[in-house]
């Protein structure tokens, strides 16, 4: 088993930033890949960023320029630094590591909101 445990969420104004965070832990193999998804109410997930071993990193049209994705091998953890946030970014962000298997988080809230 792989356990995910996200940090860095809560509340930010219109323009500011956040960094999240994701350590993994437990049974860990080899992580194929590292991502990080979103769901806003009355909405259903979707991706907002992911970084595979090689280091090839993919973004939602929505975020590019304004999030970035990185990982951290000997840490076995992820970040997602979010700048310029908007209030559409508001949700919950949940973690996501394919190593074996597909493993997620307990999901972090977002709040961008003056």
Do not use: H
Request: some cysteine.
């Amino acid at each position: 088993q792989v356990q995910l445990v996200e940090s860095g969420g809560g509340l930010v104004q219109p323009g500011g930033s956040l960094r999240l965070s994701c350590a993994a832990s437990g049974s860990i193999s080899s992580i194929k890949a590292m991502g990080w998804y979103r769901q806003a109410p009355g909405k259903q997930r979707e991706l907002v960023a992911s970084i595979i071993s090689s280091g090839i990193k993919n973004y939602a049209s929505s975020v590019k320029g304004r999030f970035t994705i990185s990982r951290d091998n000997a840490k076995s953890t992820s970040y997602l630094q979010m700048n310029s946030l908007k209030p559409e970014d508001t949700a919950v962000y949940y973690c996501s590591v394919i190593s074996g298997g597909v493993y997620w988080g307990q999901g972090t809230q977002v709040t961008v909101s003056s």
